[in-house]
C-alpha cells in the first residue's frame, strides 16, 4: 500500500507525522494489497479494515480512548445512544429469551424495550431499582440473558445500586448491563463495582456541546460466557465460516461479536466526523463534570429553599433517599436536576416558558443550560403506570445545569419564579 505519510509529489517523509489533532478518517473504503488479502479479513475482520460501515479510524480511536476511560477491553460506537443500547441486549437475546430492566430509565429505553423489543419476540421484565433481592430473583426465568440499568437514572435520578445487581445478576448466571451515560467515567466507572457492559449516548455529557448524536458499547471483558447459558459465544458462527468467539478473542468476545454480526447487519455506526467532534468533548470532559456537579448543588440548594418548590431529586442533597448510594459510587451528582413544581403541569409550563437563560430543548448534559417537561415530551409515549414507575410526576422538570456563571443561572431561575 502507498506509504501515506509521504507528502504528494515530494516523496518528503517527515519524522513528526502525529498530528497535534486527531485527523479525520473521511473515508469508506480501505485499499488492499491483493485479492487473497481481502478475503483474509471476511474471514477474520479483526485482520484489517473493510468498510466505515462498521470501523473506521477516527472512530476507532474514540472508541479506545474510551474504553481507557471506563476500564474495558475494548469499545464500540454506535449512531446512538439507542442503538447502543439496542445492540447491547441483542449481542444476547433472541427471539424468545427475556432480559430485567429497572422501571428507572430512560422514556425512550422504555419503549424500545417494552414495545420495540417486545414485537421481535424479546421480552423486557421491569423491577424497580429499589426493589428487594427477593422480588428481583423471582423476575429472573431460565431464558433471561442480562440485566439493565442507569448509574443516574433519566430524569428519576435514582441512583442505581451497582454492586447490588451486579451480585444479583451473575447470581442468575447472567451479565450487568448499565446505561453510565449521566455519570460518566469521570464520576463513576461501573466496572469497579461488578458491572460486565457499560453503554452511553455520547450526545450528553461526552461530547457535551450539542453537536453529534452518539452511542458507545464498553466491554469489561470480565463475563464469564462458558457458563452455558450463552451458546452464541461458545459455538461456530455459521455466518462467519463457523467462528467460536471466545476461542477466537477471549476476553474480548462479547464486544468483537457486536461488531463481526449486528454492526456488520445494522450499520448503525458513527461518522468519522461524528467521531472527531466527539472527541473535542472527551480531552474537556473531566474538567466540565466537576464545572457541572459544582453549579448543579448550588442550584439544587436553591430550589430547595423555594417556597414555590414541592420537592427537589437531586442525589447531591443530604436528604435525597438515594444520596447514601451517590455517596458509594459517585464523586458527584452530575448536572442534572429533576424538581417537581407547585401547581402541575401548569406550573411548570409557565416556569419554563419564563425563563430567559435556560433554553426549552429536548437535550441535557449541555454546555448550556437546557430544560424539559419530561411527561410531555422524552416520555410522552408512557402510560400513566409507567411514567409513575418511571418517577415521573405532571410537575417534575428536568433542569439541566450548565456551565454559565452560578450567579446567572440562579437569577434566570429567580426571575422566572417571579413571573
Known amino acids: 500500500m502507498r506509504d501515506e505519510t509521504k507528502c504528494l509529489h515530494s516523496g518528503y517523509s517527515p519524522k513528526n507525522t502525529e498530528p497535534r489533532v486527531m485527523p479525520i478518517v473521511q473515508s469508506t473504503t480501505y485499499v488492499f494489497d491483493s485479492t487473497d488479502d481481502v ?69 425512550g429505553t422504555v419503549n424500545l424495550f417494552a414495545t420495540t423489543l417486545q414485537k421481535y419476540g424479546v421480552e423486557c421484565i421491569f423491577v424497580d431499582c429499589d426493589a428487594d433481592e427477593a422480588t428481583i430473583d423471582a423476575a429472573f426465568k431460565p431464558n433471561t440473558k442480562a440485566v439493565f440499568g442507569e448509574t443516574l437514572a433519566n430524569p428519576a435520578l435514582t441512583v442505581l445500586d451497582i454492586e447490588r445487581f451486579a451480585g444479583i445478576a451473575h447470581k442468575h448466571g447472567v451479565p450487568l448491563i448499565v446505561d453510565n451515560t449521566f455519570a460518566t467515567p469521570i464520576l463513576c466507572k461501573p466496572f469497579d463495582f461488578g458491572a460486565d457492559i457499560v453503554v452511553h449516548s455520547t450526545s450528553k455529557y461526552m461530547d457535551g456541546h450539542a453537536l453529534q448524536v452518539g452511542g458507545v458499547i464498553v466491554d469489561s471483558g470480565k463475563f464469564n460466557w462458558k457458563n452455558g447459558k450463552f451458546p452464541d459465544f461458545t459455538e461456530p458462527d455459521e455466518s462467519y465460516h463457523g467462528i467460536n468467539y471466545i476461542d477466537a478473542y477471549g476476553d474480548s468476545a462479547y464486544i468483537i461479536k457486536a461488531r463481526m454480526q449486528l454492526m456488520r447487519d445494522f450499520g448503525a455506526y458513527p461518522s468519522a466526523h461524528s467521531a472527531f467532534l466527539l472527541n473535542l468533548g472527551l480531552e474537556t470532559l473531566a474538567l466540565r463534570m466537576e464545572r457541572y456537579c459544582e453549579n448543579a448543588l448550588k442550584v439544587a440548594r436553591y430550589l430547595e429553599a423555594s417556597d414555590q418548590v414541592e420537592r427537589v431529586i437531586y442525589p447531591g442533597l443530604e436528604n435525597n433517599p438515594h444520596h447514601r448510594l451517590a455517596q458509594k459510587y459517585l464523586k458527584g451528582s452530575s448536572g442534572v436536576i429533576s424538581f417537581v413544581i407547585k401547581g402541575g403541569k401548569a406550573g411548570a409550563v409557565k416556569f419554563m416558558d419564563s425563563l430567559k437563560l435556560a433554553s426549552n430543548e429536548v437535550h441535557v448534559a449541555d454546555i448550556r443550560t437546557c430544560v424539559l417537561h419530561p411527561a410531555s415530551a422524552t416520555h410522552r409515549q408512557l402510560t400513566d403506570e409507567q411514567l409513575v414507575a418511571a418517577g415521573i410526576n405532571p410537575g417534575m422538570i428536568r433542569f439541566s445545569v450548565g456551565l454559565e456563571n452560578i450567579d446567572d443561572i440562579l437569577e434566570d431561575i429567580a426571575q422566572a419564579f417571579a413571573g
Not at 83 to 90: E, F, H, P, V
Open 39 to 107: 478475503g483474509a479479513v471476511f474471514d477474520d475482520p479483526t485482520k484489517a479494515l473493510i468498510y466505515s460501515r462498521f470501523a473506521n479510524p477516527t472512530v476507532m480511536a474514540v472508541e479506545a480512548k474510551i474504553a481507557d476511560l471506563e476500564g474495558g477491553v475494548g469499545a464500540m460506537c454506535t449512531s446512538s445512544g439507542q442503538a447502543a443500547s439496542l445492540i447491547s441486549i441483542l449481542n444476547l437475546c433472541k427471539a424468545g429469551d427475556s432480559f430485567i430492566s429497572t422501571t428507572q430509565i430512560y422514556g
